[in-house]
């Protein structure tokens, strides 16, 4: 299991089309601060209906898309 599943599985709850995260909420759902390794991780996003759209680390957040 992916250490970054709890924040795919938000995803795929949520059901937005698009969807912004302030690093601090993304932090809430996983209980661990994300780190570079994330860009390893992203492409997972697509397991369940999502892309990782952009990365702000200036203003630390991540947006995600609904794969259509």
């Not at 059901?15 to 661990?32: A, H, K, M, T, W």
């Not at 492409?43 to 990782?52: D, R």
């Not at 680390?57 to 259509?68: G, T």
Request: with cysteine; net charge positive; glycine share 2%.
């Amino acid at each position: 299991m992916s250490k970054y599943k709890p924040l795919w599985k938000f995803l795929e709850c949520d059901g937005s089309d698009c969807l912004q995260l302030p690093f601090s909420r993304i932090v809430e759902i996983l209980s661990f601060e994300i780190d570079h390794s994330f860009l390893n991780y992203k492409q997972e996003a697509a397991c369940f209906g999502y892309t990782v759209e952009k990365i702000s680390m200036k203003e630390q957040w991540v947006s995600f898309r609904r794969i259509k």
